[in-house]
């Protein structure tokens, strides 16, 4: 079992409709999470930061972490489509080389 | 302030050779990570270094290595490489090691 697991997609959307993401996990040490966004043959952008349980707003753009159901969750309000990219979940543990465990991305289409 | 800078952008190698990836983190940041995505994939940790001593490593046998120099910039080492190493490497960068790390435009290599 992989530590990280993301629906791969592909998932696409009507302009203007609320994107769901999600990402569940196996490690209960892990205490940081992260949402990054990649456009094709680029490299990861840091969307969204979050430490432990609870929610985060920013602009469109809001995370949700369940630590007691190891579930993380990103939504995107008035999709737009610049939003088009893949979304990566990462997470890490706040102990020795801070190393990243990524899922494999879900690939989003936004359809003008 | 520019991002984290990574050279070359793109690298074609045959199996057996030897190939030489560089990254120069954001101004002022100490830690760098390298980490291989395949196609269709996230991220997979292989190093982490700060203050020019390695901090983590990843799964990835002893053909990988890396070091980082007294700038902080830092260099990817893969030797007799397989078809399997075609991939994009990433390299982030980060104030210290737990810091949010923020990633380069990462380097496509193709192995034939």
């Known amino acids: ?112 | 302030d520019a991002g984290v800078t990574q050279s070359p952008t793109h690298l074609i190698k045959t199996r057996g050779q030897h190939v030489t990836l560089r990254c120069s983190p954001i101004s002022g940041h100490k830690s760098v990570s390298w980490y291989q995505q395949v196609l269709g994939q996230g991220p997979q940790f292989i190093f982490q270094y700060y203050e020019k001593e390695e901090r983590g490593r990843g799964n990835f046998p002893d053909r990988f290595s890396a070091r980082q120099f007294p700038n902080y910039s830092s260099e990817l080492n893969v030797n007799a490489l397989l078809l399997g190493d075609s991939a994009l490497y990433l390299c982030a960068s980060s104030l210290a090691p737990t810091d949010t790390q923020y990633f380069g435009p990462g380097t496509r290599l193709t192995v034939l």
Do not use: H
């Open chain 1, 1 to 112: 079992q992989k530590e990280v697991e993301q629906d791969p997609g592909p998932l696409s959307v009507p302009e203007g409709a609320i994107v769901s993401l999600n990402c569940t996990y196996s490690n209960s040490a892990f205490q940081y999470f992260m949402w990054y966004r990649q456009y094709s043959r680029k490299g990861p952008e840091l969307l969204m930061y979050t430490y432990s349980s609870g929610n985060k707003e920013d602009g469109r753009f809001t995370a949700q972490v369940d630590k007691s159901s190891k579930y993380i969750s990103l939504f995107i309000r008035d999709s737009q489509p610049s939003d088009s990219a893949t979304y990566l979940c990462a997470m890490t543990q706040p102990t020795g080389a801070n190393n990243l465990f990524f899922g494999t991305g879900t690939r989003l289409t936004i359809i003008p």
